[in-house]
């Protein structure tokens, strides 16, 4: 209040000072329109400052429910205990690409494994013939099967596609039995893999000459123990093959190749895909620019309280998927908890390897 007087006491004497009609006039418009600026500069700071403060709340309370989230599976405490297998996105165009994988004198039957993954054709528009912005795919994980990207790149559907997988058996695979795909000029191979962090992992040995984050408490030198060979032989877990491979966060992958949005991501990663997506969801609001995912799970248990088809786990990833990222499930393999690996190499160590595979979509 006194600085007002002060300051209209100022005015008045600048005015007194002015003998001229015109130039008082001139003033008294300069002050009038410089006081306009600082009443709008004043609105404007205070609801800049509202809605910086309005944001962050609201990013706290998303910050809280993921963190409760995860609490309530670390405890198995969970008030829908399925909610993670249960569809709540309608498609009415669900597709695993066999219809054009298997156009070359396969049945669907005889592709089965290459084709594992579904996506919703409802709202995927195609590229148009005399141009327009083709769809953008990340494949993670490939071993030595590309069909899914391989058959996205090409008619109708014409996706650029990158394909990203560190294994040696697929890096190996890239430089000397891909003469096809490495022509496809709408398909492209990054020698590194998914993860929770930038730089390099240890991997280990998998089926198939794959490699996982994941440990056994032994393991067994004999590949044939897969098909429950009675002469499987324990070893030294040490002696099993180790990788220092290289990984990047979807932020990192997403920066580099210069994307800021991503039509379908194809994860099938042999256990990283937790931590890939754990980092991916906290990443701010980049889980927003995809449109659909779809995941092999692997390694998770039951609720022992409710049995197949109830994890915790994989709760939280439901969870957040939907409230942080706008994506629903659409597909899921199976409603009771999907497949169990049963081979003795496993069944004799204790260890449950599950895995089951679900699609997600933006929902409209």
């Known amino acids: 209040g006194e600085a007002m007087k002060k300051l209209a006491g100022t005015v008045r004497m600048w005015m007194g000072s002015v003998s001229s009609s015109p130039l008082r006039f001139l003033l008294l418009l300069c002050l009038l329109l410089i006081g306009g600026i600082v009443v709008l500069v004043g609105i404007w700071s205070g609801t800049a400052v509202g809605a910086v403060a309005g944001g962050r709340i609201a990013q706290l309370e998303k910050e809280l429910e993921l963190l409760q989230s995860k609490v309530h599976a670390y405890l198995s405490w969970n008030r829908h205990p399925f909610a993670q297998s249960t569809v709540r996105a309608n498609c009415s165009k669900i597709t695993d690409l066999k219809e054009w994988g298997c156009s070359h004198g396969k049945s669907r039957s005889a592709c089965d494994g290459d084709f594992d993954h579904f996506i919703c054709l409802d709202n995927f528009s195609l590229p148009h013939k005399s141009g327009g912005d083709a769809c953008l795919v990340y494949d993670f994980g490939i071993r030595e099967q590309p069909h899914f990207g391989e058959v996205l790149s090409k008619s109708p559907f014409h996706c650029t596609i990158h394909a990203f997988d560190p294994s040696p058996i697929s890096v190996k695979w890239w430089q000397k039995d891909s003469n096809q795909l490495r022509t496809n000029k709408n398909y492209h191979f990054h020698p590194y893999g998914a993860g929770g962090v930038d730089g390099n992992v240890k991997l280990n040995k998998y089926n198939w000459g794959q490699v996982s984050i994941f440990r056994t408490p032994w393991y067994i030198n004999k590949s044939n123990c ?95 998927l939907s409230k942080r990222c706008g994506l629903e499930l659409f597909y899921v393999f199976s409603e009771n908890g999907g497949g169990l690996a049963n081979d003795r190499i496993y069944i004799e160590q204790d260890v449950k390897l599950r895995y089951n595979l679900m699609s997600y979509m933006r929902a409209s």
């Open 226 to 320: 897969f098909n429950n060979n009675q002469n499987c032989a324990k070893v030294d877990p040490k002696s099993r093959n180790k990788f220092d491979l290289p990984v990047r966060t979807m932020g990192s992958i997403m920066d580099e190749l210069g994307h800021d949005h991503v039509d379908i991501v194809k994860i099938d990663i042999e256990g990283s895909e937790f931590s890939f997506l754990e980092q991916l969801i906290e990443d701010g609001d980049r889980c927003t620019r995809i449109d659909q995912l779809t995941v092999e799970w692997h390694h998770f248990d039951f609720d022992s309280r409710y049995g197949g088809g109830a994890s915790p786990i994989l709760s939280v990833f439901d969870d957040a």
